[in-house]
């Protein structure tokens, strides 16, 4: 039995490595496919992310955070989806904590994260 999860384990890391390396505090684009009816098209999410759960795993997620309109959106993203196109990093972020849910309280300045050198 654990013989068969290893398998499909290993099956998936090569999607997994698919993905550039990403921890909490970077700022990233998700490509993600979207079907609407019959046709199908790929919108951007681009925030913060402020969690990752079950690192390496298959059930690994990731929660990107952002301010549209000064409403704060997140949106958890399973690793292994088929419906993401591509994730870009476009900033690294310099946090000392996995979990950045003390994001959610601030808002302009006070949500800013040190960008690493």
């Known amino acids: 039995m654990t013989d068969l999860i290893k398998l499909v384990e290993e099956e998936n890391a090569a999607v997994r490595s698919n993905h550039p390396d990403f921890k909490s505090g970077d700022t990233i684009n ?10 199908e098209r790929i919108q951007q999410f681009q ?3 402020i969690q990752r759960k079950n690192v390496n795993t298959n059930g ?8 549209s309109n000064g409403i704060g959106i997140e949106r ?3 690793i292994l ?3 993401i196109d591509k994730i870009d990093v476009l900033r690294k972020g310099k946090v000392r ?3 950045l849910y003390y994001l959610r309280g601030r808002q302009g300045k006070a949500a800013r994260i040190k ?3």
């Open 47 to 49: 925030g913060t992310v």
């Open 81 to 83: 989806s088929p419906n």
């Open 97 to 99: 904590r996995a979990r």
């Open 30 to 39: 998700v490509h993600y496919k979207i079907k609407e009816g019959d046709k």
């Open 115 to 117: 960008e690493k050198k």
């Open 60 to 67: 690994e997620t990731f929660t990107v955070r952002k301010v």
């Open 76 to 78: 958890i993203f399973p």
